[in-house]
């Protein structure tokens, strides 16, 4: 069983950054794709970034210029440097982990407070 551990979450004000970390307790080099979520109260989990295994990655448009994902599979360790903070923002956020063939695991989540 993998297990994923976030942390890095706080309360921030806007315009403010923060730094994402998602420990793997199994090897991501092996791991077709990684990503972030988040859901906000009364809201649909939705992706925020993904990142392949040949390093390609995608971002939800809100996020798009303000946040990066990255992975580290010497720490089996995935990012999400996030800056300009926005209130909007605010949200637990998850990550995840996708191996072949359809196994998917997901951490406990990390909250993220955005203050206007």
């Known amino acids: 069983q993998v297990q994923l551990v976030e942390s890095g979450g706080g309360l921030v004000q806007a315009g403010g950054s923060l730094r994402l970390s998602c420990a793997v307790s199994?090897?991501?080099?092996?791991?077709?794709?990684m990503g972030w979520y988040r859901q906000a109260p009364g809201k649909q989990r939705e992706l925020v970034a993904g990142i392949t295994s040949s390093g390609r990655t995608n971002y939800a448009d809100s996020v798009k210029g303000r946040f990066t994902i990255s992975r580290d599979n010497t720490k089996n360790t995935v990012y999400l440097q996030m800056n300009s903070l926005k209130p909007e923002d605010t949200a637990v956020y998850y990550c995840?982990?996708?191996?072949?063939?359809?196994?998917?695991?997901w951490g406990q989540g990390t909250q993220v407070t955005v203050s206007s």
């Open positions: 199994g090897s991501i080099a092996s791991a077709n794709a």
């Open positions: 995840s982990v996708n191996y072949f063939p359809g196994k998917v695991y």
